[in-house]
């Protein structure tokens, strides 16, 4: 693992913006997974304001990473919508390359299995953006989540549900999601992991001394052999 340190939440957008181009420029049509959050909103700012003076994701697929069950993709809280106003409708891009789980989909497990299955026709994911949860969740990958798990549905912890609460004034937060699973993460050619904020000190802490354990899902990332995690001061 490989870490780096930045001054705040400005910072981890800027160096993580600078990885992802530099990995676009190297890594033609790559497929990326990505993540939602606070932290990763100065990336997607940056990223757009490269993509106004050279090529970026003209060639790319992306794969967001997770959706509330229950959310169409309009809804203004659904993780896709996220997506479109942090990045999608601000950047040139083939929005036909633009995936995102259904979390109104009649059948859940069916469409978990149709996910997955479009990850991998795509050659599965090359570059894994990775937000972290309070209490160590990848995606939405709650503590207690199989290693070995591909795209499935998860039930959400009150913390999880407790911290994504700003995001529904006036409604609940659902209480499960849809979420690419650790397996199809890891299966990623490099992974890149965002955390800031001084409420993220304890799991990067966890983060840094635990071994791999399913208790913790973002301890898995150790197995991995090309991560590298950005954290602000506050965090890290
Ligand atoms: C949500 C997302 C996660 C993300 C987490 C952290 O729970 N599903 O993928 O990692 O938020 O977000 P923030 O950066 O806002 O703390």
């Known amino acids: 693992m490989r870490w780096i340190l930045a001054n705040d939440v400005e910072d981890v957008g800027r160096i993580a913006s600078d990885i992802v181009l530099d990995y676009l420029k190297s890594h033609y049509e790559s497929v990326l997974a990505l993540p939602t959050g606070r932290t ?3 990336m997607y700012n940056k990223l757009v304001e490269a993509c106004q003076t050279q090529q970026c994701f003209e060639h790319t697929t992306l794969f967001n990473l997770d959706e509330y069950v229950g959310l169409p993709t309009d809804h203004p809280s659904s993780f896709a919508s996220y997506v479109r106003r942090c990045l999608l409708d601000r950047v040139k891009i083939d929005k036909s390359r633009c995936h995102a789980p259904n979390g109104v989909a009649p059948n859940l497990a069916a469409e978990c299995a149709r996910y997955e299955r479009a990850i991998q026709l795509a050659g599965g994911i090359d570059l894994a953006i990775l937000g972290l949860g309070t209490n160590g969740h990848i995606g939405f990958n709650e503590p207690g989540s199989s290693f070995n798990s591909t795209t499935h549905v998860v039930n959400l912890s009150e ?3 407790t911290a994504n609460a700003e995001y529904f004034t006036g409604g609940e937060v659902p209480k499960q999601a849809i979420t690419m699973g650790i397996e199809t993460i890891m299966g990623a050619d490099r992974i890149l992991l965002l955390a800031s904020g001084s409420k ?17 899902p973002a301890s898995a990332l150790k197995n991995h052999r090309d991560v590298t995690i950005i954290t602000d001061r506050a965090a890290g």
């Open 40 to 42: 990763p909103e100065a």
């Open 159 to 161: 913390s999880t549900r």
């Open 200 to 216: 993220k000190k304890d799991a990067i802490r966890r983060l840094r001394n635990e071994p791999p354990n399913i208790d913790f």
